[in-house]
């Protein structure tokens, strides 16, 4: 009675993962990259403004949150656990539309692009924080 059982991957290497070469998954892997190096450059300066705007407050929380959201979920299709990705979807979807909704509604609603021309010499410091 020596039966075989089939040896099954526990964890998967970055050259193994299963649904490697999936453009999909190639979409989201730049997409990520592109949030992590616009939040590399923005974080820092959000750190040196001492009285931010509720608008700024609340981005300043959630986009961080968002972006680890999406690693989690990466990791997790990494690993072929779908059904958590899936699970994390919401939370992650969640986070994108209340950003999206606080930008276009909120009453300083051109704080974020004068902040993003500050950031880039465009737009004097007075007129990207003007209430």
């Keep these: 009675m020596d ?3 089939p040896k099954i991957k526990v964890t998967y290497s970055p050259e193994d993962e299963p649904y490697l070469g ?3 998954l190639l979409h989201f892997d730049k997409v990520i990259i592109s949030c992590l190096e616009a939040n590399a450059k923005i974080a820092p300066y959000t750190h040196t403004i001492n009285s ?3 608008l700024q ?3 300043s ?3 961080p949150q968002a972006i680890s959201i999406a690693l989690s979920i990466r990791e997790l299709i990494r690993q072929g656990y779908l059904f958590g990705a899936f699970v994390l979807i919401r939370p992650l ?5 209340t950003a999206l909704f606080l930008m276009k509604n909120y009453k300083y609603k051109n704080t974020i692009a004068l902040i993003f021309g500050r950031m880039d010499g465009n737009i004097e410091k ?3 924080f003007k209430k």
Excluded at 93 to 97: G, K, N, Q, T
């Design 52 to 54: 931010k705007s509720d």
């Design 126 to 128: 007075d007129q990207a």
């Design 57 to 59: 407050l609340a981005l």
């Design 3 to 5: 039966k075989k059982t």
């Design 61 to 63: 929380q959630i986009i």
């Design 22 to 24: 999936l453009e999909s």
């Design 93 to 97: 979807a969640e986070r994108s539309i």
